[in-house]
């Protein structure tokens, strides 16, 4: 059974093996072809006519000014705007070649292939090991819980820091362990493609190198979407950099676009739209 | 910490000491060449120099990137620049010996002043010496051996100035005056080799001091004797 299969089945929710990954990726493979993608919330647009792919194995970073649509967008990819009254998704956005918005997919499945991180750390008032069971639980995946959640906080870089002390309120951890718990938490359930939304806006330099490096070790085996107002940020861990921006349309209202998408190389180097340029050495925005 | 930053850096600290190794096979040949008046040889130094600037411009490009993307700074961003100039002070090196070389088919039909060959050998090992000093000072991040660059330096320049006494010294046979003439270019490309090493040494001490001081002065320089 396919990934894609999976995610269209209703019930009972089948717990298939993730495929084995290649740690080089050779040649880009589409993970998510999204076309012409307007995002509404009641009237206005928040994003208008998006056209981009995302590739496996890398990692993608939003940037833009406050406003742009950076987090209407990483969220239409695991349908976290389905949430939101009155929001309203036109255009395509396929993964793996099946409409995300398909009238038969489950977003439940959904959002288990794709998982989130948030801008601020949000681990529930349980133990440790509790926050990284937690989803494994929920979806059925039992079987050797221990070895998973170990796995997940292994990946995660936060297993030698909480090895002894599994039972501890999450709580109790700082706020940098608290996102790298986050992150363990998500990764527990086997996701294919990891959306980041500000993951280290709330961290220190120190605790948000960690997450960088993080990022840098998993995407090996994840395909990792990143916004970020931290346009530094996606220089340094990014493979291939969005640029969205705020456009004044006839009647005065701002709505978010796509400016130009590139290698990250080359959006802070030689961006091809003035805007762009503007935007990366500080003249705008 | 910054594992990309760290890769990154090593990278190109990598490709900048092959280049290295790149200007040392150039400089070997074109001394070989020169000492047995071998066209063939002195073109492959030439077509060699394709390679030279090919690293050049990998390193440039790399450092560029790095730049944009890593924002180094304090000790990495010492690093980055003197790795910078690092590049271009050994691509320089690599066009002096392609200057060698041209020189040398140029007055390839010309029997050599063999007391003159020999002063270019010397001088050309000197240089070659000093190269490697450079290379391994920047390596060990090694203030003491940068500073000794100078002392050879002076060797070269003074071996430099010799040259131009002998070539003076020479008989008045037309072909002979043409080759003495082209010799002092060469001699000057060999001296001008130490000065590009020595410069490679200042970028140490900038990278281990953070202060950036030439080690002469070249506008007010010290009596010599």
């Known amino acids: 059974m396919t990934q894609t299969d999976t995610m269209v089945s209703v019930a009972p929710i089948e717990i298939a093996q993730r495929p084995e990954r290649s740690a080089i990726t050779t040649r880009r493979e589409t993970v998510f072809d999204i076309q012409n993608l307007t995002v509404s919330y009641g009237k206005a647009p928040a994003i208008k006519d998006v056209s981009f792919e995302i590739y496996r194995n890398m990692i993608t970073a939003i940037i833009g000014p406050s406003g742009c649509g950076k987090s209407t967008f990483i969220r239409t990819l695991n349908r976290m705007n389905d949430l939101v009254p009155n929001a309203k998704v036109a255009g395509d956005v396929l993964y793996h070649g099946v409409d995300l918005y398909g009238a038969k997919v489950d977003p439940v499945q959904v959002r288990r292939r794709i998982g989130m991180v948030f801008q601020r750390p949000n681990p529930f008032p349980k133990s440790i090991f509790d926050n990284v069971a937690w989803g494994l639980r929920v979806l059925g995946m039992k079987d050797n819980l221990k070895d998973r959640v170990q796995h ?25 362990q608290q996102q790298r718990l986050c992150i363990a938490r998500a990764l527990a359930v086997e996701p294919e493609v990891l959306l980041m939304d500000e993951p280290a806006s709330a961290l220190d330099p120190i605790a948000t190198s960690r997450i960088e490096d993080l990022m840098h070790s998993l995407k090996n085996e994840y395909t990792i979407v990143i916004v970020t107002h931290n346009m530094q940020q996606a220089a340094r861990v990014a493979d291939l950099t969005a640029f969205f921006s705020l456009e004044v349309m006839p009647d005065k209202s701002r709505t978010g676009i796509l400016v130009e998408y590139d290698a990250t190389e080359k959006i802070f180097t030689q961006p091809s739209d003035k805007r762009t340029e503007d935007y990366v050495t500080g003249r705008f925005g | 910490m910054r594992v990309t930053l760290q890769q990154d850096l090593d990278s190109i600290n990598a490709n900048l000491l092959e280049e290295g190794q790149l200007v040392l096979r150039a400089l070997r040949g074109a001394l070989n060449a020169l000492r047995e008046a071998d066209a063939e040889l002195a073109d492959e130094v030439i077509a060699f120099d394709d390679e030279i600037d090919d690293s050049y411009t990998s390193i440039e490009q790399g450092i560029e990137v790095l730049l944009a993307r890593q924002t180094p700074v304090a000790v990495d961003l010492r690093l980055v ?70 002392e050879l330096d002076e060797l070269i320049d003074r071996a430099n100035r010799r040259v131009v006494k002998q070539v003076l010294e020479l008989d008045s046979d037309p072909g002979l005056t043409e080759w003495g003439l082209r010799m002092i270019v060469v001699s000057r490309c060999l001296e001008r080799i130490g000065d590009h090493a020595v410069d490679i040494g200042e970028q140490v001490a900038y990278l281990v001091t953070g202060e950036f001081r030439e080690f002469t002065d070249a506008s007010h320089p010290v009596e010599r004797s």
Request: hydrophobic share 45%.
């Open chain 1, 152 to 176: 997940a906080l292994e990946q995660a870089a936060l297993w030698d820091d909480v090895r002894h002390r599994l039972k501890k309120s999450a709580l109790g951890l700082s706020g940098g």
């Open chain 2, 81 to 150: 620049l003197a790795m910078l100039h690092t590049n271009l002070h050994l691509e320089r090196m690599g066009d002096y010996c392609v200057t060698v070389a041209k020189l040398t088919k140029l007055v390839a039909g010309v029997d050599p002043e063999p007391r003159m060959l020999q002063a270019f050998e010397e001088m050309g090992e000197r240089a070659e010496e000093m190269i490697r000093i450079a290379l391994d000072a920047f390596v060990e991040r090694d203030l003491e051996a940068a500073s000794s660059l100078v």
